[in-house]
């Protein structure tokens, strides 16, 4: 069923290098989300490319109360890096998006391994979960649904590969074929229209 509020949406940042690492600390600094740019999100068989950005005021009022770091979403690996309600996650909205300044812990082999791999630039791209409430719209020109309003971020991941995964891409392609129902229909009510006029006149 697509556009489910309540259901968590995973999205990455595509072909940008946003991880970065300082020599000092096990400080990582990153942009899990950047606004008005355009990701493609599947190649439909026709050929057509649908893509999605994220608004510069969808994170107006948004729940940023308890949201974590890890790896790939923790698919792979149940831990926890660092997290917001302690404080060694912290972030700022800006007009570009949401960076953030995540501290690892320099006791634990794990986060030292992390900051390893991403100061070696072999982990360079982050990724986020949150969910929406019908917040989008959607652009049949150019193809683009546009999300203008985030409910909740959940985590945001350093990740190995920064696409969606199977799961997500079918629940894409379920999402926008709505829209490309509704497209047909409106064309399809267009012709009609112009072979009435041709008839009568």
Known sequence: MPFKPNERQYRSILGLKDMAADDDALVLRGTPIVFDTPTPIFKDEDGTVYYEKIDRHALDGCDFSDFIFNRNHGMNEGTVYARSRNGSVTFEITENGLPVVISLDKA???????????????????????NWDYGYTYDPVTHTRTITRIDKLYDVSAVDFPAYDAATIATARAEFSEERAKIKELEQAARRKRLIIRTYF
């Open 108 to 130: 634990d082999q794990r986060h030292v391994w992390l900051y390893g791999d991403i100061k070696a630039g072999r982990i360079d791209r982050m990724s986020f979960s949150f």
